[in-house]
């Protein structure tokens, strides 16, 4: 075999994301916890409540298991130079504010309720996506994007808004 | 000849024909957005028809229902948020099309075959209802477990990312759909003494988080990115394309005419089994599946309409929904004072003329009208991601507490929206988990039912499995899924190839 075919056979291994491994232990922990709660349901039959959830655990755990190790043999970790990079990574600053914007939308809902907690979130996001620019043409877009919706679902489809 | 007439009364009436146009046109609307859905719209209409003529009524909810089928997939394949679960395989190609700047041509292509599907359908349900019927009776809970079973299966085969992780997600999926009060015993499983998982995790929210969310803050990752130019040019298919793809899209719509006849099975599986059906037996996609081929949005299509068609069959001759829809119509006759059942059309010969009718004039308007409005629908893409994102979180905000006016609904499903976020990131796809939740509770109530039925005994259970025509032709199904899928199998049938074409030459 010639040199060059040896280097060329080489592949690079994929690299992995931050936090893949994590993830995937994630779903092991999930899976063994749902099989330990599954073991107090009613069983002892073939027909008990518990059948179908400690086989979906036990799916769980062991694809997971074996997820962990694939990655862990062909893939190369990912170097980041910070822990800002990381973050930054996972979540990039745009989808961090608007997971941001989420929680308080998801908090203010039931107090000042749908139509106003809705304009605001969809104003404020665009505004902050288009970095600041077309503040007027925002307003009007998300006022009738709202004034669509609501017409469809409260006065079409009768639903009560939250 | 009473019946022969009824087939003309819609088409003669005219304020029935508008009906059945209007309902069309507000269908494919309803069918698009995420969170409204063709049975919540159904079940408005049969309220707001209470006074209303039966046929008055029956004609509005043909045209939603074959309206609201085909209007799913425009969603999914325009911003790869299905407008319904019927519609989430047509995404899987469809969406990576737009992608490719060929939204219009998937649109033309798929609103051409919806029309050729559901005229299937229709067909068949007008010559072969009974026979149809008397075989969908033979149906037991243990076949209903093994199609949920190739319905979970086609996991390990959808293609868009890794095998195993589609597989965890799925069963992750069947896991959450576990939670809540178990149907057949009352017990209550993983709920830890909250009211609110009591009544267990709808699959409707996590399908909205999982689609909507998820898509919105995926996309948001690179907001800057130019939306993708369409090629407007070629909406309507040409004929040499029809004809190519007609044999495929009449044998998606066999599969969803027979998954739709069957009690409790609709489009949604029906469009999944069709999508995979065409992955094995399509030997040369335009592109490969997953990555934009026109095969993937024609199976899927075909197959969800023409179930609508299939559906009416187990309802009409024997009074037994063949989905959530048929069940609200029967709901419809009984308020009118129509008794549904065998006799049904026996007692009313007219009713079933009327149907068929709807349904083809639905079925005509919805390709004129959908054709009309694809140039309307792709302009949705040119609006731009700072626009679009915030909109489309709403739009999934309010879609999700329409369901059932919670607003813990809404919180499931922003946080679905973001174990999507995460899982998109990690390679894991997302629609295998809506499926294991929407077929969770079939695979286990039905696996269940079929144990109860021979006692307890797992050898008779696998002595039914073989002994059933019906059972035995899903068996053989289910395990030449498995084996086409291990390393040994494609070896051997490439092999097999390479053999064929060295002594072709």
Known sequence: MVESDYVMKKKEKPHRSPGEIAFCIFFTLLGCFAYYIALSFTS???DSPSIFPRLVSAVIIALSIVTIIRTLKNTVKTSFTSVKDIVKFLLPTDVAVL??????????LPIIHFIPASFLFMYIAMVYLQRGRGLLKNAAISGLALACLVAIFRYIFLVILP | MGTLSSFLVPILNVKLLLLVLLGTFGGIWVGAIPGLSVTMAASLLISFTFSWDIYDAIALICGVYMGGVYGGGITSILLNIPGAPAAIATGFDGYPLTMKGEAPKALGLACTVSFFGGLLGIIVLLFAAPIISRIALQVAPRDYFLLAMMGILLLTSMGSGDTIKGIIAGAVGVLLSMVGMDPSTGEMRYTFGSVYLMQGISFVPAMIGLFGVTEGLSQARDVTVAAIKQNVDKIIPSLKLLLKYLPLSLRSALIGIWIGALPGTGGDI??????????????????????GAYEGVIAPESANIAAVGGAFIPMLTLGIPGDAVTAIIIGAFIIHGLRPGPLFMVETPNMFGVIVSCLLIANIAK????????KFFTK???????????????????????IQNSLVDVYWMLGF????????????????????????????????????SVNND???????????????ILVVFIVYMIISQTPQWKRFTSKAR????????
């Open chain 1, 44 to 46: 002892g039959s073939w």
């Open chain 1, 99 to 108: 997971l941001f914007l989420l929680v308080v939308y998801s908090v203010v």
């Open chain 2, 270 to 291: 029906a469009a999944l089994i069709a999508y995979d059906a065409a992955k094995r037996t399509v030997k040369k996609p335009s592109a490969p599946f997953g990555k």
């Open chain 2, 367 to 374: 390709l004129i009208i959908a054709m009309c409005s694809i």
């Open chain 2, 380 to 402: 949705v893409i040119d609006v731009p991601r700072a626009i679009l994102i915030p909109v489309v979180i709403i739009l999934s905000v309010i879609g999700t507490y329409a």
């Open chain 2, 417 to 452: 929206g973001v174990l999507g976020y995460f899982m998109r990131l990690y390679g894991f796809a997302t629609a295998p988990m809506v499926l294991g939740l929407i077929l969770g509770p079939i695979l286990d109530s039905n696996y269940r039912r079929a144990m109860q």
């Open chain 2, 458 to 472: 797992p050898m008779i259970f696998l002595h039914d499995l073989v002994t059933n025509p019906i059972s035995l």
């Open chain 2, 498 to 505: 390479t053999k064929t074409s060295a002594s072709n030459r």
